[in-house]
């Protein structure tokens, strides 16, 4: 893990998306060392959960859409030979009202919301997919809504942007991958289902 500062880590890495922080266990002493994702240039580190080798950086993009400059941290989904796939969580503070709802702004101006009830806590927050050109310019082509209550997973929902993806991919491919998630009884509702036709793409 490398930080804004040039110091680097190396050691097990936590990554609490929700929370924003990134904790790592040094290599070399066993402490602990915590900071905000917005502190992080870049890291990379074997996701065992998954079974695959995740990198993240930390870039300036453009909002190809509103042409506004923001700084996130970015995992590289995929890289072509004229565009990148990127996915961001936003930073989330945690604001208690009165009515017991939790409101969580991003920085995007989107809301999520944690409501207490019976003891219980849901929270929904969510991901962001985006292409990244040549140019710097990010274009958004699916948000991921995750429920969880008391920290397990409860539902999801997926907004895919169909003429984005096609944009990118071309029609002919992006059916196809379709027509082979589906074939897997897979649907774009699940995030999951967009990163399998994204890999059926970039192998075929």
Not at 75 to 97: C, G, M, P, R, T
Not at 100 to 106: E, F
Request: aromatic share 10%; with cysteine; hydrophobic share 35%.
């Amino acid at each position: 893990m490398l930080l804004n500062d040039g110091s680097k880590y190396e050691g097990l890495i936590e990554d609490n998306k929700f929370t924003g922080i990134v904790s790592i266990q040094n290599r070399k002493d066993s402490s602990f060392r915590s900071v905000r994702s917005s502190l992080i240039q870049g890291m990379e580190y074997f996701d065992r959960g998954r079974n695959i080798q995740r990198k993240f950086i930390s870039l300036e993009t453009v909002d190809a859409t509103h042409k506004t400059k923001d700084i996130f941290l970015y995992e590289i989904i995929k890289e072509f030979d004229d565009f990148a796939i990127l996915s961001f969580y936003e930073e989330k503070d945690v604001i208690q009202n009165r009515n017991d709802q939790i409101t969580i702004p991003s920085a995007n101006g989107v809301y999520s919301t944690a409501n207490w009830n019976g003891g219980e806590i849901s929270v929904t927050h969510g991901e962001t997919f985006c292409f990244l050109n040549k140019e710097g310019e990010r274009e958004i082509f699916a948000s991921i809504s995750i429920t969880e209550v008391n920290g397990l997973r409860s539902k999801s929902k997926t907004i895919a942007k169909r003429n984005v993806l096609i944009k990118y991919f071309g029609e002919s491919r992006w059916e196809e991958a379709l027509s082979y998630i589906k074939q897997k009884g897979l649907n774009l509702n699940d995030g999951e289902a967009i990163l399998e036709a994204i890999d059926y793409i970039s192998l075929n």
